[in-house]
């Protein structure tokens, strides 16, 4: 049975510009897969826009269309791309730095890689301590400089007759900053932009731009950015979608499956000891204790939310859970997660699970790039104001509203994304309640 109250989602109809804020590992390696599949010679696996199924109605209708076909999604073909990075490479020298994409899967497409150039970036080293850049913007104050970010989606979009644009972050982590009196409003924000004022970061000199120009906001790092009560002011007033924080791709992604299954299953535990190996651009930055603090916040908040040990203070009261992230640059971008999990059963008695997950954090995470501009653009065409936790899925650190705490488990944020597809559509919620297959009386 439907819902005849299917809201009103506009068509997918033109061309999607999608605004990259850092051209590096992940942000190349979801362009050149893009370009793969349009070829025919790549699959891109790991998308759930464009593989996974969603059922609709009873098991028993046998109707399971994929969510491309489901939901009107901006085609391949439509896409477009532009970025920002403080390296003056272009998409395809970049890609060739990164070394995560194998020459069959680059040469091919050499010529349209090289055609996207980055544009000056919104760069301070103050924020980013161990990267240097050349190819920045200047300007007298940060209002200046996110004017000049205004100019370039105006020009981008006019040039290139795009039809609809969302901006997704795919740069590095910023220092760590807490929300203060400069994030509590709009008029505050602006006047700390005019003030100059240090804590307000780069990240937020996009998300004002794209926001002000009428493009949805996605957050793929743990910054606080978007998280703000300014940020959050502007979206409503502007009628946008924004989301966040922290692409959810390694070993996070693997502390909300198993930590879920812990407390399914009522096992306890005293200890989670996770740590990790990588030599991208992301491990070079992280190597900076001030940039680790904001990643270790994004990592460390996962196992408090799933296991509620207010609740079960008995099997998950006294956790010790430490995280470390170790710069190895012969790992390039081939991450590499262990986690020591030791957790108890039955009497208190002890067992241990151990992972090593050997992992390329950029072919992880360039699905999830791709999931959310098409999703963010999705979400403006439907109407969808504000904090997306539908899209909570895809980070780390899920935003929710105000005073909500946010949703961790992977299988349950799986189930809210395919649940508000249905809404959207005007189809049954599924709830895998079951009981009109059987006689219960």
Request: net charge negative; charged share 25%; glycine share 8%.
């Amino acid at each position: 049975m439907t819902d005849s109250q299917t809201r009103d989602v506009a068509p997918a109809e033109g061309r999607l510009g999608v605004l990259l804020v850092g051209l590096g590992a992940v942000a190349t390696t979801y362009i050149a897969g893009i370009l793969n599949v349009r070829r025919g010679t790549g699959t891109p696996v790991g998308s759930l826009a464009e593989l996974n199924t969603i059922r609709l109605g009873k098991r028993t209708d046998q109707r399971v269309p994929t969510i491309r076909e489901f939901v009107p999604l901006a085609a391949l073909d439509d896409l477009l791309w532009c970025a920002w990075d403080p390296i003056p490479d272009d998409a395809y020298e970049s890609a060739k730095v990164a070394g995560v994409l194998d020459s069959p899967h680059l040469e091919p497409i050499a010529d349209e890689l090289a055609a996207i150039k980055p544009m000056p970036a919104v760069f301070d080293q103050a924020y980013v301590k161990r990267l240097e850049g050349t190819n920045v913007k200047s300007g007298s104050t940060k209002r200046h400089l996110a004017e000049q970010l205004r100019e370039d989606i105006r020009r981008f979009k006019n040039e290139n007759a795009c039809d609809r644009l969302v901006m997704v972050w795919c740069a590095s982590t910023e220092v760590f900053l807490k929300p203060g009196p400069a994030h509590a409003s709009l008029e505050a924000f602006e006047r700390a932009m005019d003030e100059n004022d240090p804590t307000i970061a780069p990240s937020m000199l996009y998300a004002y731009a794209a926001l002000q120009e009428g493009v949805p906001f996605a957050n793929g790092a743990p910054n606080l950015t978007v998280d703000t009560d300014a940020i959050r002011e502007l979206a409503r007033q502007q009628g946008l979608p924004i989301a966040g924080k922290d692409f959810k791709t390694g070993q996070t992604m693997m502390k909300t499956v198993v930590s879920p299954m812990l407390k399914a299953r009522m096992l306890g535990l005293a200890g989670w000891y996770s740590t990790n190996i990588l030599g991208n651009r992301d491990g070079e930055v992280l190597d900076d204790p001030e940039a680790f603090k904001t990643k270790e916040e994004s990592k460390l908040g996962v196992l408090e939310h799933i296991l509620q040990p207010a609740m079960y203070p008995e099997l998950y009261g006294n956790i010790y859970h430490k995280v470390r992230i170790n710069y190895y640059p012969p790992r390039r971008d081939n991450k590499e997660g262990w986690d020591n999990i030791d957790i108890f059963g039955w009497l208190g008695y002890p067992m241990q699970i151990k992972i090593d997950f050997l992992c390329r954090d950029s072919i992880l995470a360039a699905p999830l790039v791709h999931d959310l501009a098409l999703f963010m653009d999705l979400a403006q065409r439907a109407g969808l104001t504000g904090i997306q936790e539908w899209l909570s899925f895809y980070f780390k650190s899920p935003m929710a509203a105000p005073g909500l705490p946010p949703e961790h488990d992977l299988f349950i944020q799986h189930t809210k994304l395919k649940n508000t597809l249905r809404w959207l559509m005007g189809e049954e919620q599924i709830t895998h309640l079951g009981v009109e297959y059987y006689d219960y009386q």
